[in-house]
């Protein structure tokens, strides 16, 4: 009897163990409508800074994870790294916008 509560409470601990282990890998993870959401989102960014005249889109990187879209890359001044970020905030599905762009 003791020997069986031994092996079930070993079983239930490595049961434990195992689920918080995928729990925290998939908080890393996107899921496949997550990944495509965020590829709506780059599209929408990218297009809307092409679309606009102040700024030059091969200059500007985006890349959208889980709703935060970062932009990095090279502009000519800050008024133009301020404009890129507020293009990509007003994107809708935008969650928040890290702004890596650097002024050269």
């Given amino acids: 009897m003791e020997k069986t509560r031994r092996v079930l409470s070993l079983f239930v601990c490595i049961m434990l163990v195992a689920g918080l282990a995928v729990a925290s890998s998939a908080e ?3 899921s496949a409508g ?3 959401d965020d590829s709506v989102i780059t599209t929408k960014v990218k297009s809307e800074i ?3 005249p102040e700024l030059k889109v091969l200059q500007i990187h985006v890349e959208t994870y889980k709703g935060v879209v970062q932009l990095s890359g090279f502009v000519d001044s800050s008024k133009s790294a301020k404009r ?3 293009i990509a905030t007003g ?3 935008v969650k928040s916008v ?3 762009l650097v002024v050269k």
Wanted: glycine share 6%; net charge negative; charged share 40%.
């Fill in 28 to 30: 890393k993870k996107e």
């Fill in 50 to 52: 092409l679309n606009n």
């Fill in 34 to 36: 997550e990944y495509l």
């Fill in 91 to 93: 994107v809708p599905g």
């Fill in 98 to 100: 890290k702004n890596d």
């Fill in 84 to 86: 890129a970020a507020e």
